[in-house]
């Protein structure tokens, strides 16, 4: 079995059904936090306003909790992540299942130009709230991620946090 490691949309927008995907297991990712610092130049915003999506960094210490995607093949798989995640990185990490077996994955990660310096949850916000790409607003982005995870009972405090700083700025009804 092939694994690649998703810890945003990959989670739960399907795009793993067309790829005939075997088994999709709960996994933790040791090392790495999520980390708003992708602008999004495009989907979520423009050149003028970017707008924070997701990547992950290493963080000692810290555990990035997302979804392993198990493939037979996963050459197609890949091809396809490869040409979604444009400029991302892809490198193979371990990874422990909730089932507790230890895996293999690939994974993506952004260095490109469009790399945020660590910014401060409430500044995030700001760009959050009046950036606006082709795919939509990127508070919306960041409130569907919160959503996601909880759908999916993961907790991470990095998008509890930009999530809780829209919800402050007043752009969006409180939880």
């Known amino acids: 079995m092939r694994w690649l490691f998703g810890y945003g949309s990959l989670m739960w927008d399907g795009w793993e059904a067309r790829f005939e995907c075997a088994e999709r297991q709960v996994a933790d990712l040791k090392g790495y936090s999520r980390a708003f610092n992708k602008a999004s130049v495009r989907n979520w915003g423009t050149k003028l306003q970017p707008g924070p999506t997701l990547n992950i960094r290493e963080t000692e210490g810290a555990v990035c909790t997302g979804i392993a995607f198990g493939f037979a093949d996963d050459a197609d798989a890949l091809a396809y992540l490869k040409e979604r995640e444009g400029g991302f990185l892809f490198f193979t990490v371990a990874l422990r299942l909730h089932d507790g077996r230890q895996v293999n994955a690939i994974t ?23 950036a606006r790409g ?13 959503h996601q995870l909880i759908e999916l009972n993961i907790s991470d405090h990095v998008v509890t946090a930009l999530a809780d700083a829209i919800s402050a700025n007043g752009s969006v009804m409180p939880k």
């Open 108 to 130: 993506s990660l952004y260095r490109g130009k469009n790399l945020l310096p660590d910014l401060p949850a409430s500044e995030l916000a700001d760009m959050a709230v009046r």
């Open 134 to 146: 082709t795919d939509g607003k990127a508070m919306d982005y960041v409130l569907n991620i919160e």
